[in-house]
């Protein structure tokens, strides 16, 4: 049986051209990018290569680009290194309720240090307004930290118009564009951002590399202390392969981005279409304000939908609950009880996120077998109730 893949939102198959960029470091220059002789040379020219490249997708500068091991480590970065630059002027943050965890468990961490955070609460389709921004900037705000497009509803927040209200305000700006890079385009100087974290495996890039644009005048703390590479803000020694991966799939996304944005979006609204048509299920996130391969749906009274994901496994198709993180989890996911789903609803997430490499005949076999699917497993839902009563 065939594998349609369309979890794209929780990782991407690398490229051909990432794969091709990477393999030479491997085992040709595979040298130190410390080191003085030849191979470790060209290990450094390849990865200030990538550097540049990546910065160039993202309107940066190379000096603005450090690397990371992914967007976990960009966004805590983030966090802890902007509080840190500005612990002179305030303790006051300001996120949203939808953050990924590895923006909402750094914030926690500095709760626990005596920091204030505001958490936005989005309206139901998942977007902060520059207003409720602005209401909730305080003279001692020195953070925002809002996240460029959701992981689970694929909602994409106006970043632009909210970054300008924290400038104003002179107030760090962060956001985490690891869903959004590769996919919409970006450009730090158009946004305004001082931070912006990248994750290289959502764009078809590998796992385990990531980067942080950090605004030139900014200064955060170093985050990983050691040898001294990444000018000494990230210690350790450099993943070449992964940044030459990297730079070499958001190259490629970029320069595909016109078509590749047409051509997903309109797999995407046939999907949400033939989708809509199963009775109670509902979409949830933007209807326009959206990822271009995103679509999301709640199933009412369909709880604990990693029963239907097993039922569309075994169907030969890979699709989410929600985020990656809370796949294995029983907790409702905390994006959509912010939207205003309640608990048991939210358990009845189902996401499709497709990529390039998606056919339109793909999803015509989604389309063709998911009412059956969810039928079958609203019905395996009622029988187990009946027999829990039966028992009782
Ligand atoms: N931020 C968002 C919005 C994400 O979706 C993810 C991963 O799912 C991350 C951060 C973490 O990125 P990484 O898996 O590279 O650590």
């Known amino acids: 049986m065939r594998t349609i893949y369309a979890d794209n939102a929780a990782t991407t198959a690398v490229s051909e051209k990432a794969l091709a960029a990477m393999l030479p470091h491997f085992r040709e220059s595979f040298g130190n990018p410390s080191a003085l002789y030849d191979c470790g040379q060209e290990a450094k020219k390849a990865l200030e290569a990538s550097r540049r490249a ?16 992914g967007g976990t ?19 006051h943050i300001i996120s949203t309720e939808i953050e990924h965890s590895a ?48 992981n689970v509803v694929g909602t994409v927040m106006p ?6 209200t924290a400038r104003r305000r002179r107030v760090i700006f962060h956001t985490d564009a690891v869903q959004a890079a590769g996919h919409i385009p970006i450009n730090v100087r158009e946004l305004g951002v001082d931070l912006l974290s990248l994750s290289a495996h959502k764009f078809h890039g590998p796992k385990g590399v990531g980067a942080l644009f950090v605004r030139l005048a900014l200064k955060p703390e170093p985050y990983i202390v050691g040898g001294g590479q990444e000018k000494g803000y990230r210690s350790g020694t450099e993943n070449v ?11 490629e996304r970029a320069e595909n981005m016109r078509a590749e944005t ?10 949400i279409e033939n989708t809509l048509k199963i009775p109670g299920v509902y979409l949830t996130g933007s209807p326009d304000k959206r990822l271009p391969g995103h679509a999301s749906f709640v199933i009412e009274g369909g709880r604990d939908s990693a029963h239907l994901i097993n039922m569309l496994n075994e169907e030969g198709i890979c699709a989410s609950s929600g985020s990656a993180c809370s796949a294995s989890s029983k907790e409702a996911p905390h994006v959509l009880t912010a939207l205003g789903c309640d608990e048991n609803t939210a358990r009845g997430a189902l996401r499709i996120s497709l990529s ?8 015509e076999i989604i389309g063709e077998k998911l009412p059956r699917l969810i039928g079958q497993f609203r019905s395996r839902r009622e029988q187990k109730i009946l027999r829990a009563s039966a028992r009782r």
């Open 54 to 69: 990546i910065a160039g997708c993202i309107g940066a500068l190379g000096t603005e680009i450090y690397f990371t091991s």
């Open 241 to 251: 392969p992964g940044a030459a991966g990297m730079a070499a799939a958001l190259l």
């Open 73 to 91: 480590e960009s966004d805590n970065w983030a966090i802890f290194g902007a509080c840190h630059a500005r612990r002179e002027r305030g303790r």
């Open 103 to 150: 923006v909402l468990r750094p914030l926690d961490k500095m709760r626990d240090r005596g920091y204030e955070v505001t958490l936005l609460k989005p309206d139901k389709n998942g977007l902060v307004t520059p207003g409720q921004l602005e209401d909730a900037i305080r003279s001692d705000t020195i953070l925002v930290s809002i996240m460029t497009a959701n």
């Open 159 to 164: 970043i632009r118009e909210l970054c300008e």
């Open 262 to 271: 047409e051509r997903l979006a309109a797999m995407r609204d046939r999907l």
């Open 356 to 363: 390039p490499y998606n056919t339109e005949e793909e999803i």
